[in-house]
């Protein structure tokens, strides 16, 4: 092959190069000259534009491009300034709109093209980021609505690291401890924990961090007043692409209202059983405070005997002490308590005295109460105003389930590391549909106005926060176990 042949054949190979290279480039590509006259239009161009090419080489600028485009973005002088002064324009912004197409938007960039000092030609390369603007568009908008739903939720809404330092504070957060979240930006959510709390939290924020799920835990925070607010967590771990967890969201809800509540509710109730209990009390006062008034009237009488005289007066003393250790049983029990005071208790006598209360009412309705005790003492921790509430409600329920009489059997023992408590009557039993629902709040099987449907409830909530559960066994006609089990408390040990 001679040598003109082999240039001729590069030269041909150089071009289909060329015109391979821009026909493949996902850019629209134009080359003007210094004419402002289409030299070349790459295949990219020609679709997005519904342009031939035999009407795009050679034609004017303003011939390929709308008169608003040009107007709007000076597009013949930027090229103009390209030839006169051999600089280029780096990522400009493009919105066009070809005939029966949606509107597009480019960035373009102009590039001299030049021959030693002089600029021959100015490329136009267009890149197409329609889908780009509009997803960017779209994430902003999530990005906002978002946002918008944080800070206008009731709840505390908090966002940290992996590391547990707070990073967002929502508007909730922020009225309900007094914290703005300015103050709070970078420390540590558990420093707003209740100090003996504090460790909890740690605890299910280190889980979180290394991918463990988590369940609903309350913990309280410490406000800017120093009152500590009850929240109720719920925790979950924000993940990369890779699936490793890189921050946490908690969404805390304040039960403040909801404990408010339930303060009032076992207020209301309680009163309620004691209206329901006065029968049953102003019964069995009668009794010894009968016998008390007769051998006080024959005391009057001067023709008695001293042993008659004697026996009389035990009689009263044993009335007195009979009425006096019911008003006593009475008393104990109304006694108010702060809901949150926790102290050492024996389970025995405080199931006992609830027993004592609760055992002429029953009487009055033809039930008969046997309580079994393992032992004298079986220690546990708790709030004794609450825990009586509980058992009160189990017997009192246990009574309603027996209108025509029956038998209640009350056992408290200790079962390796826990105290149990088991009421069991013989009355009309509950459905199996009926026991999952039975804690729910407002579920009652009773007819309008006789129960609040929240008594169970409460219960639960309050072994609950014993650290304890409740089971629930029954039979449909044939009765029902109400069995709670709590912590025991642990003795301190004794040198020998």
Not at 164 to 172: D, F, M, P, T, V
Not at 241 to 249: E, F, Q, R, T
Not at 264 to 289: D, F, S
Request: glycine fraction near 6%.
């Amino acid at each position: 092959m001679c040598p003109l042949q082999e240039g001729k054949t590069l030269e041909g190979f150089y071009e289909k190069l060329y015109n391979m290279v821009l026909g493949n480039i996902p850019f629209s590509l134009l080359l003007f000259d210094r004419s402002l006259r289409v030299v070349s239009a790459n295949r990219n161009f020609l679709i997005k534009s519904r342009r031939f090419e035999s009407e795009t080489i050679g034609a004017k600028i303003r011939e390929v491009f709308p008169e608003a485009i040009l107007n709007f973005t000076n597009l013949e002088g930027k090229v103009r300034n390209v030839f006169d002064t051999g600089e280029g324009i780096q990522n400009a912004q493009m919105t066009y709109r070809a005939p029966g197409v949606s509107t597009r938007i480019y960035y373009y960039t102009l590039i001299p093209v030049k021959s030693g000092n002089i600029v021959e030609h100015t490329m136009l390369v267009m890149d197409d980021v329609t889908e780009k603007v509009q997803l960017s568009e779209k994430a902003r908008m999530a990005e906002r609505h978002l946002a918008s739903v944080v800070e206008s939720a009731n709840d505390l809404v908090v966002s940290t690291d992996a590391e547990g330092q707070i990073i967002s504070w929502n508007l909730a957060a922020e009225r309900i401890s007094g914290f703005h979240k300015d103050q709070v930006k970078g420390k540590r959510l558990s420093e707003l924990c209740e100090p003996s709390q504090r460790h909890n939290m740690e605890e299910i924020l280190h889980r979180l961090a290394k991918g463990n799920a988590v369940q609903f835990h309350e913990i309280n925070i410490v406000s800017t007043s120093g009152k500590l607010i009850p929240i109720d967590w719920c925790c979950s771990p924000i993940r990369d692409d890779s699936g490793n967890v890189y921050g946490v969201v908690e969404v805390g809800r304040d039960l403040s209202e909801r404990r408010a509540f339930e303060a009032h509710l076992l207020h209301t109730e309680k009163l309620a059983a004691l209206g329901v209990m006065a029968g049953g009390i102003a019964h069995e006062l009668r009794n010894p405070l009968s016998v008390s008034y007769s051998a006080a009237q024959f005391l009057l009488e001067a023709d008695i005997t001293p042993s008659f005289h004697r026996e009389c007066a035990h009689k009263i003393i044993n009335g007195i002490q009979r009425a006096s250790s019911i008003i006593e049983n009475l008393l104990r029990f109304a006694r108010p308590a702060p809901s949150d005071h926790v102290e050492p208790l024996n389970l025995v006598t405080l199931v006992n005295d609830t027993v004592n209360v609760l055992a002429p009412q029953a009487k009055l309705l033809k039930i008969r109460v046997i309580d079994q005790y393992e032992t004298d003492e079986i220690p546990i921790s708790g709030n004794a105003n609450l825990l009586q509430q509980v058992f009160m409600n189990f017997i009192l329920n246990a009574c309603q389930a027996m209108p025509d009489g029956g038998e209640i059997r009350i056992a408290v023992y200790q079962q390796q590391k826990e105290a149990v408590v088991e009421v069991s009557d013989n009355g009309c039993g509950i459905t199996a549909s009926n026991i999952s629902q039975i804690f729910d709040p407002f579920f009652t099987t009773q007819m309008s106005g006789k129960g609040t449907g929240l008594g169970l409830s409460i219960c639960h909530t309050i072994i609950q926060q014993h650290k304890g559960l409740i089971e629930v066994d029954s039979v449909i006609h044939h009765g029902s176990t109400f069995t709670v089990r709590l912590p025991l408390r642990q003795l301190p040990d004794v040198d020998l």
